[in-house]
């Protein structure tokens, strides 16, 4: 199968890049600001890498506003 979202159409009325992983479990990332809230946050886009060692990696898109999601803001501030 090939696929090139950006370079061919797609004849779906939704986007088939997502459905490739079925089922997609859900993460559920808790993160911590830097004024002590708590933020809990489901992703779809997670996966286990270690678990000698245990190590997570996730994608955070862009909010539809082009902002960022407090997980990642989060992150990257307290580290």
């Not at 950006?6 to 479990?25: D, I, M, N, V």
């Not at 990332?29 to 809230?37: M, Q, Y």
């Not at 862009?62 to 997980?71: M, P």
């Amino acid at each position: 199968m090939h696929y090139a979202p950006g370079l061919e159409s797609c004849q779906l009325s939704f986007s088939s890049f997502k459905p490739c992983t079925a089922p997609r479990p859900i993460g559920w990332l808790l993160t911590i600001s830097v004024n002590c809230v708590l933020s809990l946050a489901p992703y779809s886009q997670w996966q286990n890498l270690s678990f000698d060692l245990p190590l997570v990696m996730f994608a955070a898109n862009q909010l539809s506003n082009g902002g960022r999601k407090h997980t990642v803001i989060n992150e990257e501030e307290t580290r």
